[in-house]
């Protein structure tokens, strides 16, 4: 199967700027998953999917994102 590679915006719940950026570099390290950029109002990640055929398989990586690592930094800083 060929490589389907997708940018898509992420909405945040965080709102402490350290934990933000935490989150952008955990989803970097993660493999096939890149932050390329946060919004000015810091509401969003620009996420690269290295694979990303659809949009169910979107938003199972938003959701991902959301429940795996958004989740236990805002307990921890928020």
Do not use: M, Y
Not at 14 to 38: D, F, M, S, W
């Amino acid at each position: 199967s060929s490589i389907e590679p997708r940018f898509f915006w992420v909405p945040l719940q965080l709102q402490e700027p350290h934990a933000i950026v935490l989150l952008a570099g955990i989803i970097t390290n993660t493999p096939g998953t890149v932050t390329a950029q946060i919004s000015a109002d810091r509401r969003w990640l620009l996420v690269h999917a290295l694979h990303c055929p659809d949009d169910a398989t979107q938003a199972a990586i938003t959701q991902d994102i959301q429940t795996r690592f958004e989740a236990p930094l805002k307990e921890i800083f928020e």
